[in-house]
């Protein structure tokens, strides 16, 4: 990936940092999605909800059910998944579902949407014919449906821009016996949104998320899309003391601060701004529905299944999975989740 990207640089000129995490993370020969397994938990590079155990599936199936019934019990209905990954939340969520409604889960097509080749096997051999797996939406007819999204848009690829006191430049990536940042000129209008800062300070801009969510309309007819990752709303996010912006990689479990270093061997993220995924939402048809932390969020999908572990001496191991996934101190205000609605269809009126 190094040689590929150093290669590019020589002979065309420094790149966009959105271009160069795209490569870094989703070559489909070198870049680190595409890569070696197990990526994901304890022996992996991080560690996600999923990761904690089977309720977070099982939690996140009940809010499924409750759509469904919603939306008037459908015979055919669709739960579209992008980032599975090796496919562990489906697994985990299409385990949980006949428990809970076997009318739902009878009529319910699990897909995934997954680009990368060496992903999709990975799918395929944990998951079998119980999900159907493309490369894009589109390949889907249309259904009625809901999103789910598990940390999926800190990995969106970023623009990097950095302040001079009195405006803002893009910052790429250049190549002299190694990577290095340089200034690409004026940031333009990847800063229409970005308050004055101090020169020096430094923070990710995304761009295109509108066309992003309107990819997967058609394959929804609608309704819902839940996003679940780690960000901030856009006042938080541009405060004055983030001055080297949210631009991380892990490895191991182990955060680094330099993202062009080794690329396609580690992950790379940015956290996400959840003001411009509204504005996205809005701007493509939508209507946010909630905005809260996960903790808040699975606590009030829970509430019947905490009542039918009373007296019951077999939940320690899910209450500890539990409070993993809800507590202030552990996942439950790290993440947020934001689920939205596109009423274009009768089913969602």
Request: charged share 25%; with cysteine.
């Amino acid at each position: 990936m190094s040689e590929r990207l150093a290669r590019e640089i020589r002979e065309n000129g420094p790149l966009g940092f959105d271009r160069f995490m795209a490569a870094a993370l989703y070559d489909p020969q070198h870049g680190y999605y595409a890569g070696r397994r197990g990526q994901v938990g304890r022996a992996g590079d991080f560690f996600t909800s999923v990761s904690v155990g089977p309720l977070f599936g099982h939690l996140l199936a009940r809010h499924l059910v409750a759509f469904w019934e919603e939306i008037g019990r459908p015979e055919r209905w669709r739960i579209l998944e992008v980032g599975a990954h090796e496919g562990q939340l489906a697994a985990d969520i299409l385990a949980a579902l006949p428990e809970l409604d076997a009318t739902a889960a009878g009529a319910v097509e699990h897909a995934i949407v997954e680009p990368l080749p060496s992903l999709a096997a990975a799918q395929r051999e944990r998951l079998g014919e119980r999900v159907t797996i493309v490369g894009a939406p589109g390949d889907l007819d249309p259904l009625p449906g809901m999103l789910i999204a598990n940390e999926v848009l800190d990995a969106l690829p970023c623009h990097l821009v950095e302040s001079t006191g009195d405006g803002w430049i893009e910052l790429g990536v250049g190549f002299d016996d190694g990577f290095q940042w340089v200034p690409l000129g004026p940031a333009g209008e990847l800063a229409e949104n970005l308050p004055r800062r101090p020169a020096g300070y430094r923070t990710e801009v995304r761009r295109g998320l509108d066309e992003f969510l309107r990819g997967f309309l058609p394959a929804l007819a609608p309704c819902r899309m839940l996003w679940i990752d780690y960000g901030y709303e856009r006042d938080d996010y541009y405060a004055e003391g983030r001055v080297e912006g949210t631009l991380r990689t892990f490895s191991r479990h182990r955060a680094g601060d330099d993202p062009l270093d080794a690329p396609g061997s580690r992950d790379i993220s940015a956290h996400v701004d959840f003001t411009s995924l509204r504005e996205a939402t809005e701007a493509s048809g939508g209507e946010v529905m909630r905005f809260e932390n996960q903790g808040r969020f699975l606590t009030k999908i829970a509430r019947p299944w905490l009542l039918s572990l009373e007296g019951r001496t077999d939940a320690a191991r899910s209450l500890r999975q539990f409070q993993t996934l809800t507590h202030p101190g552990q996942l439950g205000s790290r993440f947020h989740v934001m689920e939205a609605a596109w009423r274009t269809a009768p089913l969602c009126e």
